[in-house]
Structure formats: structure tokens, C-alpha cells
């Protein structure tokens, strides 16, 4: 199987810009760079299509190595024949490449061993040849000392021919998509509630049955989870009488054959013992992995989203991680997050220290010229909030929620121990919160994303493949956005295309030494910084007032000659035509095609002259929830609220309505015609007005709507 041919025929790409990208994915180029600065050698292609390649460059890959390996051991046992050879070659799947080497396959000793042993195989051919007039005088010529009788003659024959049936590969591939199309699901309990202390959550599941095609990944996430659990058995089954005429029209030549009820008997043997096993597996891994890939998918557009929220920018921010009893930590940042202070106040019961810590946040405010005020949307929240509100403060610092999910995690782990080594991880937390407003992205990214909670069953999906593409969104968003070479993390840096955490630790050793970098150039002066790296990452860095301005700006240095070119024609310098939007829209793009530069790279280079360096994000705005609720139990059918999606699932979406119970806007609720993708109706963190439908006080459950 020709990997260009493989590919091309699962993306419907043109063979030039699939050619082309695997040329560069085999050059080690990163998916940024590919799609940011090759697009004349690709087509155009977007980071999704390039990721897509990369995909399956990776599958092939793995299909390739399996073939070897088979064919190695084929060779070893001196089973491989030229057309066995052949066909592996050009088997286009695992699927198929397993179907072919399952009859070679060394597997602890069978019944058609044992019978093949006993001198039965001959009879078996003679069965499946079904020609001979008296079938048991065929097997009074196997009769032996192993052998006593006919019935134990034919039974014998009968596993063999069963073991036959199983390895043939058309039967397999009949079978295989009658499982297809058919094959369900079905659940058996097997603890009670007092056995186990979660089956009270599985409990729709006690007896439950769905086609296998149909069950959407959430549940059937949740069905394998209780499966582990030990609160119930699955099994994926479909009609044994379909299943056994379709493998006798495969097997049954000769209806009128006297041993016609032996083969029968083979047949139902080989489905019920081999074949039905078999595709209950194979199939029930199917569902996995494709149930993983909704999850996945579903997690990776939440992250998306929630790294590419909204920044507050460089401000002087006061940022509290609420309580009540422990009280609420509060730290004060400068423009660039550094902690200028930090210290706790206890506005709250049981303390209830509000005049002091009223004049706490007066005096910092003031001390430290702060702008913004951030509040983790944690326990005592909304309470916090209120109380901020009232104190009396000047009216351009703004407040903020912000989602704390994960901030726990962040002020545990090594890289906050590092960043704050004086301090506890209640300090840690709070400064997480405030960093997070300032820029979302620059502070998520210190934490594994399986631990801000946007996705649905994480745990339960394959472990690799998640971090895997969790890994992938993140460096999209990172490079995007673009890295501020003098300021940025090593986490941060470590996502920059071609650098990776070893250069990143490079990068901030030559930055300290050197008080900062003047110009991009200087990045080839970091120790195993090589060409290479160099140009992947170098688009995606930037240096704020730079000796050349181009360096803050997503022009890659080997386009800079074009730059000046275009300025020089302009009777400026390069610096003079970055910004200068009259200019630049009298420049023709198709003048300054040359080599490989072409019209999507140059279009991009006068688009970036146009707002160099600029973020694509959005900027933050301040959001109020409904003051009048403050828990549950205010909530009433019908009444209207404001309130931010905090969650996504294939299923609906969860909304954060100020309280501490997350409403749930099913699918059906989304909107008033059918909704297939809850992404092309809501978005992470997007602003919603919904209507209680229902509330579930024992459960503490909110269903939301927003339909009128």
C-alpha cells in the first residue's frame, strides 16, 4: 500500500499539497509552522487538514510496522507464500492485516489440534468437499484407538472445520458487517447499592439494550465505567440465526449432502465458541475507541476555547481565592503577574471580620494602584463578590469571576513549588487566579489540561491519545497567539514550535544571562539552538521594541527582504511602513512573488504589517450574575437568568448561574429546530440569558433551556 495513496484517499486532498506535507512532516516541521509558513508548498492547507495528514502519516506508519512484524514471524515459521506476501502488502488495515495472519497465528493447543492429532483432518476435507454419498462410511476409515466411534469421529472433524470457518476471511468479513449493522449492546447488573457506593449513579443501566451504532459516546463511557466498576456486565450481540445463514450460504454447497447436519453443527460451533467471541471484542474495542475519539474531541474544543478566552492584558491586579472558614487569601499583582503582597481577610462567617477587611482592600487598592480585582469562583464566590461590591472603591477598577478549575492543582505542582518556593499553596492558588485574568493562556498552560474539568469521561478514555491531542491544542493556541520571547514561562515557551522543554530551559538561562534579547537573531546563540529550531520557532516569537520592529510581529525572518523591498519601493523604511494601512493597501502582493514565496504567504505578511503582533483574542469584559439568587433553593421554573457556559458535552452544555450547582442546557433545549453539534449553537465561556425548566432539590440537579 503506497502511503500517498493511502492518505489521499481519506482526506480527498490533492496529491501536490499531500505530497508536499509529508515531505515537511518527515522533515520534522511542525503542524504551526506547516500551515503558517508553507502554505504555497501545501495548498493552502489550515492546521486541521495538516493535523489530519499527520494522523494518518502516524497510522500508516503503525499499519507498515505491523506488517513487518507479521511477516517477519510468517517467515521465521516458513509460512509466508508470495501471494500470502502480497496480500499483506496491500492490506489498507490492521483489521485486514490480523484476518490474514490469524490462520498462522501460534495459540495454545485447540480441540482441532487434539483432533488434527488424531488423524481427523482428512475428514474434515472430506465434509467440507460435500460430494461423498455416505458420510459415515467415509469416517469408519478414521476410526482408531484415539477415535472409538463416528460421533466421536465428526466431532472431532466438527473442530477443525469450526477453526476453519473462523479463519476464513470472507465468512469473517459477512460476519463483520452484520456486527456492523446490527450488533447491540446489552448490560446485566451484577451488584445492589449496598455491594457498591456509586451504582445509585448507573442504575438506567440495570437492564439496558441500544444498538451498538447508535449509542453516543457519553454513555457509553459511562457504561464501560461501571463496567469497571463491577456494577454490571456487557455484552454486544446480534441475531444468532441471521449470523448462522449467512456463514451457511459462505460454507453450504451441496443442501442435499448426507453429512449436511455435521457442518450445520460446525457452523454453529464456529460462531458460538470462535466467531461471536472474537467480534464482541473487536467490536466493543471499536466502540471504545471511537467513543474516545467523541470525548477527546468534545475536551479538545472545550480547551481550545477556554485558551483562547479573552485576556484582561497587562493590568495591576488583586486577586482573592474565597472562604469562609480558612478565610479569603489575597495576593497583589504587578503588570507582568509578579506578587507585590499577599495576606488573608475573613469578611465571612465564622469570623465575620468584614469592617477590617473592608479597609484591608481599600489600602492595598490604593498602595498598589490596583485595576482590576479577580475572584475565584470557588466556595464562597458570590459572597465575596457582594462584598467587594461593597466597599467603596474607584469606579475604573473592575471586578471579575474567574473559573478556578484546576488552580489546586497548579499551586501543588513542582512548577509553582519553582515559580514560589516562600510560599504556601494557598498563595500559590490565589496568584493562579489573578494570572488567569491577565491571560488565560499563559497560566493554563502550567497545568495538565485533563485538570480543568471541560471535558466529559476524561478519565476514561484513552490516556495517551488524550495528552496526545490536548498537547496538539495547546501548541495551536500558543503559536497562534505568539510567545513574548523576554517575559514568557518555560511552560509556555516549551509549546513554541521547534522548542520544546530543554530549549525553553535554554532560552530563559541566555535570557537571564543576557538581560533579555534584542532580536531574533540572537536565538541561534542559544546553546542547541540550531537552524533548524530556528526556523520553526522564530515566526512565533516576539520582541517587543526590538532593534528591528519586524520582530514583534509574525513575519518570519526569512520573508524580512521582502519587508524591505516593499518599503525601500515605498521610498520608507521597513519601520515606516509597519502600521501605515494607506501604504500598505496600495502594495499589489502579486509584484513580490518569487521562488517560494507566493500570494497566501505574501496576503499574510501585509495583513500582520497592517496590526503587528496584534493577539486575536477578544478583550475581557466584566460579567454580573443575577444578585437576588444565591443558592438552589431561590430558583424557581420559569425565571429568566444570566449565565456562562462552563462546560461542553456531546449531550448539552453546563452553565454557571452564579450559584454552586451547574444548570444543564440538554441538546433538545438549545434551540427550536434539531441541534447535531452543541458547539454550532454555544461556546465555552460565552454569555447566556436561559430559563429554569425544572429543579431537582434532593439531586441538586438544574435543567436549563434556551429556547423562548
Partial sequence: MNLQNYIQSRTQLSRKSVQNTIALL????????????????????DEVAVEKIAGLLNAFNELEKRKATIIKVLTAQNDLSEILADKIEQATSITEVEDLYLPYK?????????????GLESLAKILMAQNTSNIGQSADQF????????????????????????ENIYVRNSVRRLYARKAAL????????????????????????????KIPSHRFLAIHRAEKLGIIKIKIEIEKAEA?????????????????????????????????????????????EKADEDAISVFASNLEQLLMEAPLGSKRILALDPGFKSGCKLVCLDQQGNLLHNQAIFPHPPQMKTDAASATIKNLVNAYKIESIAIGNGTAARETVDFIKNVYLPKEVSVFMVNEAGASVYSASKIAREEFPNYDVTVRGAVSIGRRLSDPLAELVKIDPKSIGVGQYQHEVDQTKLKE????????CVNKIGVNLNTSSKELLS????????????????????????????????????EKAFEQSAGFLRIRNAENPLDNSAVHPESYLVVEKMAKDQGLLPGELIGNKQILEKIKPEDYISGNLGLPSLKDILDELQKPGADPRARKKPFSFDSTVKTIADLSPGMSLPGIVNNITNFGCFVDIGIKESGLIHISKLANE?????????????????????????QRRIQLSLID
Fill in 143 to 166: 476410526l482408531s484407538e484415539k477415535v472409538k466411534n463416528r460421533e466421536e469421529a465428526f466431532k472431532g472433524a466438527g473442530y477443525i472445520i469450526a477453526e476453519w470457518i473462523n
Fill in 495 to 530: 509549546y513554541v514550535s521547534g522548542i520544546g522543554p530543554g530549549l525553553a530551559e535554554n532560552i530563559l538561562a541566555y535570557r537571564k544571562k543576557n538581560q533579555g534579547f534584542k532580536s531574533r537573531n540572537e536565538l541561534l546563540k542559544v546553546s542547541r539552538l540550531g
Fill in 106 to 118: 501460534k495459540k495454545r493447543k485447540t480441540k482441532a489440534d487434539t483432533a488434527r492429532e488424531a
Fill in 244 to 288: 448462522l445463514k449467512l456463514i451457511e450460504s459462505a460454507i453450504i454447497k451441496n443442501p442435499s449432502f448426507s453429512g449436511i447436519e455435521y457442518l450445520r453443527t460446525s457452523i454453529e460451533d464456529s460462531f458460538t465458541r470462535l466467531l461471536k467471541k472474537s467480534f464482541a471484542t473487536e467490536f466493543l474495542n471499536k466502540a471504545k
Fill in 26 to 45: 518527515e522533515a520534522d516541521a511542525t503542524i504551526p509552522f506547516i500551515s503558517r509558513y508553507r502554505k504555497e508548498a501545501t495548498g493552502n492547507l
Fill in 674 to 698: 434539531f441541534v447535531n453539534d452543541v458547539n454550532s449553537i454555544v461556546k465555552l465561556n460565552q454569555e447566556l440569558e436561559v430559563t429554569i425548566v425544572s429543579i431537582d432539590l434532593e
Fill in 469 to 476: 491531542k490536548l498537547d496538539v491544542v495547546v501548541m495551536r
Fill in 186 to 213: 446489552h448490560t446485566k447488573w451484577v451488584k445492589t447499592e449496598t455491594e457498591h457506593p456509586e451504582p445509585g449513579k448507573f442504575i438506567q443501566f440495570k437492564k439496558w439494550q441500544e444498538p451498538l451504532k
